[in-house]
């Protein structure tokens, strides 16, 4: 053998005995962690684990309870398992329990600036105080936003009608929709359904979503510094965020220019007279900070309610017989010749409970995003070291047989209780719960009555096939899950 080659193999053993050895020390030195299989150096468990995540491995659960340990490559993992878990550490111990943990592709695709979701401490607090704030002063929760939403449904339905009957992928849809009304929060105003750039950003975000439910955005979540240097599709989420930003910072531009103080007209300007207050020291309020806050308030104010509707509409083409329930309600409480309103939820408990049972049924994100413990903490007789990342398993929650019987069933009545009455459940987490529960949940909340009970209200959904034969089982993914791809047609009622 050349003696290059010879120093080239030396140096490879030395260099993996180094990695073993780092590996090896940082998970032996557990102390009292929580129990979890055991795991290999430098590849963790991800050979022993369900690749759809470690909430679908049968038995870990089972065998080391409600709180165990797992390995994603190097990277050290508590799993909360069940809604008494859950609520003793996020909720009862919520401040501990505040920290973001880390998830390699979503850190990198939003940019290295602190924004409102990937943030911590204090930088985290204010960031995400100001956006609760200036959400509720630009509509979230009042009448205002309720008008917002109204009038895009109203858009909605006349793109519903120009289809006539005729078959088609409700994607774009409810896509478009969606984002405008938190298009109209930051950004101050809808854009046209043809805009091309709005296009354009919403077929990345449908993009992004197909490539963070691929295996590869998975090898990525195990082992993101060899994946930085192994080709593949992961590698277009990078690219796709640089369109983002710079969407972002165009906007971004426009509205230095035209800002008035006196008169805010949208989030954007209120963090600019935020930098404006704060800028004769070191503040979290920066241009860094803007365009992340805003690409994650577009990001998520656009996909995950989205995807929602769309699950929902494919589960109302499964059964038919629940759609014609939430029918004849929508006739006896809002009648034809008005728009549904947030104050006619409460005299519509059946509707209610189908909106509630859908996003339970869909687990839409099952281990919810990461948290991290800001200090060693104790909980039950394990002790977890500061800064260790914990991943909720939501969906031991929201599919707890106890609460729901016979989970893997869609039935309304879960929400429900003997006399018709719409029934609350502390079981209900879709947004997680305790100080990181989603900023935009009550918009959420407003999206998905509105815009569904608006369709409802003017059309009857038509599969295009059997409704036995549709699949409503979900493309599932280490991230997160999404309904199948489908086409419908929906007639004028």
Request: aromatic share 12%; glycine share 8%.
């Amino acid at each position: 053998m050349e003696p290059l080659g010879i120093t080239t193999v030396f140096l490879v053993i030395c260099v993996s005995c180094l990695l073993f050895l780092s590996a090896w020390r940082k998970m032996s030195g557990s102390g009292k962690l929580p129990p979890g299989p055991v795991a290999f150096p430098i590849i963790g468990n991800t050979l022993q684990l369900h690749p759809r995540g470690p909430w679908s491995r049968a038995g870990l659960s089972e065998k080391y309870g409600s709180i165990f340990t797992i390995y994603l490559g190097s990277e050290r993992v508590v799993v909360l398992y069940g809604y008494e878990i859950m609520k003793e550490s996020l909720i009862g111990l919520g401040e501990e329990f505040s920290g973001r943990g880390t998830l390699p592709p979503f850190i990198s695709v939003l940019f290295p600036f602190p924004g409102i979701v990937f943030s911590n401490g204090e930088r985290w607090k204010k960031l995400r105080r100001f956006a609760l704030t200036n959400l509720r002063n630009f509509g979230m929760g009042k009448k205002s936003i309720e008008a917002r939403i109204q009038e895009e449904t109203h858009f909605l339905v006349e793109r519903l009608r120009n289809t006539h009957g005729q078959p088609f992928d409700p994607t774009l849809f409810l896509t478009h929709a969606v984002s405008n009304v938190i298009c109209s929060i930051i950004f101050g105003d809808r854009f046209d359904y043809e805009d091309k750039k709005f296009v354009t950003l919403i077929n990345i975000i449908e993009e992004n979503g197909k490539l963070q439910r691929s295996p590869w955005t998975a090898l990525y979540n195990f082992f993101p510094t060899l994946m930085d240097y192994i080709p593949g599709p992961h590698h277009k989420l990078f690219k796709n965020a640089q369109e983002f930003r710079r969407f972002v910072l165009e906007r971004v531009n426009m509205h230095k220019e035209s800002l008035d103080p006196s008169c805010p007209r949208d989030f954007i300007d209120a963090f600019f007279i935020k930098m404006e207050e704060r800028k004769n020291g070191q503040s979290d309020f920066n241009v860094g900070s803007l365009v992340r806050s805003t690409v994650e308030l577009f990001v998520a104010g656009t996909g995950t309610t989205s995807i929602t509707m769309k699950f929902g509409l494919l589960i109302l083409l499964k059964y038919p017989e629940i759609e014609e329930k939430v029918h004849e309600e929508i006739d006896l409480v809002i009648g034809r010749s008005r728009s549904p309103c947030m104050a006619d939820r409460s005299q519509m408990p059946y509707t209610d409970a189908v909106i509630h049972e859908i996003q339970r049924y869909i687990n839409l994100v099952p281990l919810g995003l990461p948290h991290a413990v800001t200090r060693d903490v104790y909980l039950k007789q394990y002790l977890i070291p500061k800064g260790t990342t914990i991943f909720p398993a939501l969906k031991s929650v929201l599919y707890d047989r106890r609460e729901f019987p016979n989970p893997e069933q869609f039935n309304p009545g879960h929400f429900l209780d003997e006399n018709g009455a719409f029934k609350k459940s502390d079981f209900f987490m879709p947004f997680s719960a305790g100080k990181r529960i989603c900023v935009g949940e009550g918009l959420a909340r407003m999206e998905l009555f509105l815009v569904l009970t608006t369709i409802l209200q003017n059309f009857t959904l038509k599969p295009v096939i059997d409704p036995k034969d549709i699949d409503i089982t979900p493309e599932s993914s280490f991230v997160s899950n999404a309904p199948k791809s489908f086409l419908l047609c929906v007639l004028p009622r």
